[in-house]
């Protein structure tokens, strides 16, 4: 630290040449004579200032360097240095975790992203060392398709990998490019084949999540994936076929959540999959119109559940991928009718029949949730009164409940596109009665159909 620089500086304020009291206390203006008298001794105080600025310049700056030597010596105290290594790993890990699985990853922007570990890296020798000390911190994949070109992204990519050792990987592949009509994965360029082929040497993958921004853009199963390792996967194909035959490889799957673009009639001679450990499962209709609010018309005989059999399913979400006697049949077929718990329905019209056996015929289910795009479970005025009661749909719910006598509760949550809010409010007023039968009803004026780009998994 440079030395207390020696301050020399005369205190001996400029004196003024006559007094000045009763100008300075009143708003009458200068003769000439004043007024040259108090611009030179204007001038006088000014470069006394001047002289002053001059002498204690040096002063501040030993001030300031004295001020860095403090804080950087207080930083050796910092409460941060004395955590152990496994605590400030799990700090990373929360960070790097909360920004991967950002619900909306279009208001994420890099570096914290792109490049969590990375950045944590370079803080200091410490962290540095912290960080490769935990692998679960490199575990955590984010791939952007439109720049894997860019240079050293491969390499990176490749160390990512190794640092995350034996932890089970989780990948993002996104892609926003709009100029291309097929997705690279299935045309792919040879500067992704690195990639591709990185994918295929990965055992320790597990959880996969592909997001294409371009509505003309999919991720095809044809995808070098090694698709029997993956537990959990959020993706998009652009047919339903594709979409079963991915279902097909998908051997260890617990969470799946597959959206398809345009749905076609399947043929029947097709193998029935078993997906055993499979425990939640959304299929849906990605596209929705958004002028008119309304879904996709489900067309017979494309439903992929006509081919599957879950017995341990514990979450079904249909999104104008099947219709009421399809979904009976599959629970019927897959015996989950033990193991459902969470059931979520959204379609063009809703066969209220059908729905109720559905919550009859499970006994451990706690959560139904009905999306109508048609309107069918809006409320009539039956009492003349302009108000609106309670859907018939709902009535003939709570009256089979009555019937039932199981202890537990069943969380209902009704979403109809022709209900406006204070419609929706005064149902809702007419339902509270019914919690006392252990039956919770939610009334919404607003569908929200599955998106695969806002998804995310729960760990």
Same mark, same amino acid.
């Given at each position: 630290?440079?030395?207390?620089?020696?301050?020399?500086?005369?205190?001996?304020?400029?004196?003024?040449? +006559?007094?000045?009291?009763? =100008? $300075?206390?009143?708003?009458?203006?200068?003769?000439?004579?004043?007024?040259?008298?108090?611009?030179?001794?204007? *001038? @006088?105080?000014?470069?006394?200032?001047?002289?002053?600025?001059?002498?204690?310049?040096?002063?501040?700056?030993? &001030?300031?360097?004295?001020?860095?030597?403090?804080?950087?010596?207080?930083?050796?105290?910092?409460?941060? &240095?004395?955590?152990?290594?496994?605590?400030?790993?799990?700090?990373?890990?929360?960070?790097?975790?909360?920004?991967?699985?950002? /619900? *909306?990853?279009?208001?994420?922007?890099?570096?914290?992203?792109?490049?969590?570990?990375?950045? =944590?890296?370079? +803080?200091?020798?410490?962290?540095?060392?912290?960080?490769?000390?935990?692998?679960?911190?490199?575990?955590?994949?984010?791939?952007?398709?439109?720049?894997?070109?860019? /240079?050293?992204?491969?390499?990176?990519?490749?160390?990512?990998?190794?640092?995350?050792?034996?932890?089970?990987?989780?990948? /993002?592949?996104?892609?926003?490019?709009?100029?291309?009509?097929?997705?690279?994965?299935?045309?792919?360029?040879?500067?992704?084949?690195?990639?591709?082929?990185?994918?295929?040497?990965?055992?320790?993958?597990?959880?996969?999540?592909?997001?294409?921004?371009?509505?003309?853009?999919?991720?095809?199963?044809?995808?070098?994936?090694?698709?029997?390792?993956?537990?959990?996967?959020?993706?998009?194909?652009?047919?339903?076929?594709?979409?079963?035959?991915?279902?097909?490889?998908?051997?260890?799957?617990?969470?799946?959540?597959?959206?398809?673009?345009?749905?076609?009639?399947?043929?029947?001679?097709?193998? !029935?999959?078993?997906?055993?450990?499979?425990?939640?499962?959304?299929?849906?209709?990605?596209?929705?119109?958004?002028? !008119?609010?309304?879904?996709?018309?489900?067309?017979?005989?494309?439903?992929?559940?006509?081919?599957?059999?879950?017995?341990?399913?514990?979450?079904? !979400?249909?999104?104008?991928?099947?219709?009421?006697? +399809?979904?009976?049949?599959?629970?019927?077929?897959?015996?989950?009718?033990?193991? $459902?718990?969470?059931?979520?329905?959204?379609?063009?019209?809703?066969?209220?029949?059908? +729905?109720?056996? =559905?919550?009859?015929?499970?006994?451990?289910? !706690?959560?139904?949730?009905?999306?109508?795009?048609?309107?069918?479970?809006?409320?009539?005025?039956?009492?003349?009164?302009?108000?609106?009661?309670?859907?018939?749909? %709902?009535?003939?719910?709570?009256?089979?409940?009555?019937?039932?006598?199981?202890?537990?509760?069943?969380?209902?949550?009704?979403?109809?596109?022709?209900?406006?809010? @204070?419609?929706?409010?005064?149902?809702?007023?007419?339902?509270?009665? =019914?919690?006392?039968?252990?039956?919770? %009803?939610?009334?919404?004026?607003? $569908?929200?159909?599955?998106?695969?780009?806002?998804?995310?998994?729960?760990?």
């Amino acid at each position: 630290m440079t030395p207390l620089p020696s301050f020399a500086f005369s205190d001996d304020q400029p004196l003024p040449p +006559v007094s000045f009291a009763h =100008l $300075l206390r009143s708003n009458t203006p200068p003769h000439a004579a004043e007024a040259s008298l108090m611009s030179s001794y204007v *001038d @006088e105080l000014e470069s006394h200032l001047a002289s002053l600025d001059k002498a204690i310049s040096p002063l501040l700056l030993y &001030r300031e360097e004295l001020q860095r030597t403090i804080e950087a010596h207080k930083a050796t105290l910092s409460p941060i &240095r004395r955590l152990p290594p496994e605590i400030l790993g799990l700090i990373f890990w929360e960070v790097v975790r909360a920004a991967y699985f950002f /619900k *909306d990853i279009s208001e994420v922007f890099p570096p914290i992203t792109l490049h969590g570990p990375w950045l =944590l890296a370079r +803080v200091c020798r410490r962290w540095y060392e912290v960080t490769l000390a935990t692998p679960s911190l490199w575990s955590m994949i984010f791939l952007d398709l439109d720049r894997v070109g860019d /240079k050293g992204a491969v390499p990176l990519l490749e160390l990512q990998v190794l640092r995350s050792q034996d932890v089970p990987l989780t990948w /993002k592949i996104f892609r926003e490019d709009k100029t291309e009509v097929s997705h690279p994965a299935l045309d792919p360029r040879p500067r992704e084949q690195a990639c591709q082929d990185l994918f295929s040497e990965t055992p320790q993958l597990r959880s996969l999540q592909a997001i294409a921004w371009s509505p003309d853009s999919y991720v095809h199963p044809r995808f070098t994936l090694p698709w029997h390792q993956l537990t959990r996967l959020v993706l998009i194909s652009e047919f339903n076929t594709e979409t079963l035959a991915l279902l097909g490889e998908l051997s260890s799957i617990i969470e799946c959540k597959l959206g398809c673009a345009h749905t076609l009639p399947l043929s029947r001679d097709r193998d !029935t999959i078993r997906l055993l450990h499979l425990r939640s499962l959304t299929l849906y209709v990605e596209e929705t119109d958004d002028e !008119t609010e309304t879904a996709p018309i489900y067309i017979k005989q494309s439903s992929v559940l006509d081919f599957l059999e879950t017995p341990c399913l514990e979450s079904l !979400t249909i999104h104008s991928t099947a219709d009421e006697e +399809v979904i009976l049949d599959f629970i019927t077929r897959s015996t989950c009718i033990n193991t $459902l718990r969470s059931f979520r329905f959204l379609a063009n019209s809703i066969n209220h029949d059908l +729905v109720l056996q =559905l919550a009859k015929n499970l006994p451990h289910l !706690t959560f139904l949730d009905i999306g109508d795009f048609a309107g069918s479970l809006e409320a009539d005025d039956d009492d003349g009164d302009g108000e609106s009661t309670i859907p018939a749909f %709902v009535q003939a719910l709570s009256n089979q409940w009555s019937k039932i006598g199981q202890e537990r509760s069943l969380h209902v949550r009704i979403a109809d596109s022709h209900i406006d809010a @204070e419609s929706a409010r005064e149902i809702a007023r007419r339902l509270e009665p =019914l919690r006392a039968k252990s039956l919770l %009803v939610d009334v919404l004026w607003w $569908l929200s159909p599955p998106r695969i780009v806002i998804s995310d998994f729960e760990y």
